[in-house]
């Protein structure tokens, strides 16, 4: 606990102050706000999506490392295909209220971290979604809007789009054991036309939860009322690897991947056993939850309230890398690449190490390759790209109808890759 008191001002006032952005990043702002999920109701490693005109929810919920109450508010957005905010005024994209407070409030139980859990499902009673496309839901504190501690993004979509795909080892020679690549099929439904494809429609895919390497395709041909996207780079993923994952449900019982437990100066400590490297060893197949992680402990039945927060330590053996950083990776950092999940290298251990403050559960991760002065994360570094991998993907299809100055979200479809 002492170490979320001693971030509490150097990250939460840098943060809240500079919020100001064009394209809304999902990210938090406060190191109190913890263990943040916006998901499908009732459905666990789902992109948050609803279909318009269903009574489809999703539930978005957090814990604040504290015992008291305090007021959250929240917001809703539309935005573009690229996460900026649309001309849509608020009446033209819900009908109803797209402000509200965030009323479910529960208190921890039995636990030695003390925190408030919060959830709230959308759409509430108070709205309805009236257009498809990318939302955010902006939360901030004190009825003051200006006071910004998450951004969350959900999209809500319809089926005016036919969408058929394949994914298979990439075609050419050299990249067929480290990279998948994907053919896209796209073709209007019976009472929608694609007016000029290149200008006016989008098409984008996702790897599992991903964000860094979402690609735009590019429109191969049109023909027989069908657009086909493939045979380009924009195609092609790297295929990287099964994810790793750790099990502190229990923090009595170590599980393969837990070296030991500890409890030091109020915090429980579970420190893993040290990554290998696995770009160098055959292609292994794992399980996975593709990047993802659920929440549960061996005490109790009510696993948001129960279960407690540990910081868990990371250890990857390797030489320091003058040439590039080392991240942990996944949904347990938001999908995000920053300082607080960016290994730092120790000269007494030759490791580098890292360490995060998690609630009890079950967790994938990756350990991400950062070269030096670039923007690209990799797998091959340290995870290696095997083309048996299994991966998920997700392709977008976005219209701007012509006139119109929102894109709608006229298609969605999942496929995985050996699956």
Not at 155 to 171: D, L
Not at 256 to 261: G, L
Request: aromatic share 16%; proline share 3%; charged share 20%.
């Amino acid at each position: 606990m002492k170490k979320v008191v001693l971030l509490l001002f150097l990250f939460f006032f840098g943060s809240i102050n500079s919020f100001c952005q064009d394209v809304w990043v999902e990210k938090v702002y406060s190191p109190i706000i913890k263990t943040v999920k916006l998901e499908v109701e009732g459905v666990d490693f789902l992109l948050p999506m609803l279909r318009l005109g269903t009574n489809d929810k999703i539930v978005l919920k957090f814990d604040e490392l504290s015992e008291g109450y305090t007021q959250y508010g929240y917001s809703i957005i539309h935005c573009n295909s690229d996460w900026t905010k649309s001309e849509l005024q608020p009446q033209e994209y819900i009908e109803g209220f797209e402000q509200g407070i965030i009323e479910n409030h529960l208190n921890s139980i039995n636990t030695i971290q003390r925190f408030t859990h919060y959830f709230q499902d959308f759409p509430s009673q108070m709205m309805r979604f009236l257009v498809s496309g990318n939302y955010v839901i902006k939360v901030f504190e004190d009825d003051n809007p200006n006071k910004v501690i998450m951004v969350r993004r959900f999209m809500v979509y319809e089926q005016e789009a036919n969408i058929r795909a394949n994914v298979m080892m990439a075609r050419a020679p050299d990249s067929q054991k480290s990279k998948q690549e994907l053919d896209v099929f796209v073709s209007p439904s019976s009472n929608v036309s694609f007016a000029d494809p290149n200008r006016y429609l989008k098409v984008l895919v996702q790897q599992n939860g991903r964000r860094d390497n979402i690609s735009q395709l590019k429109l191969r041909q049109y023909r027989a009322n069908e657009l086909e996207y493939s045979f380009d780079n924009s195609n092609i993923f790297d295929a990287g690897n099964e994810f790793r994952n750790f099990d502190f449900t229990s923090m009595r019982v170590r599980s393969q991947t837990v070296s030991n437990f500890d409890y030091v100066n109020g915090n429980n400590i579970v420190r893993l056993r040290p990554v290998v490297n696995r770009s160098r060893l055959a292609y292994t197949t794992i399980g996975d939850i593709d990047g993802y992680y659920y929440i549960r402990n061996d005490r109790g039945d009510d696993y948001d309230l129960e279960s407690d927060y540990a910081w868990i330590d990371f250890y990857l053996n390797t030489p320091m890398d003058l040439y590039g950083g080392y991240y942990v990776f996944g949904e347990l950092t938001d999908w995000n690449y920053n300082q607080q999940n960016k290994m730092e290298y120790n000269a007494n251990l030759n490791a580098y190490t890292l360490s995060l403050y998690l609630k009890q559960g079950f967790y994938n991760y990756m350990i991400m390759y950062n070269p030096a002065n670039t923007y690209t994360y990799e797998t091959s570094k340290m995870e290696g790209n095997y083309s048996e991998t299994n991966n998920s993907y997700h392709i977008f299809v976005y219209y701007r109808k012509p006139g119109n100055y929102y894109d709608s979200l006229i298609g969605y479809y999942k496929l995985t890759a050996n699956g």
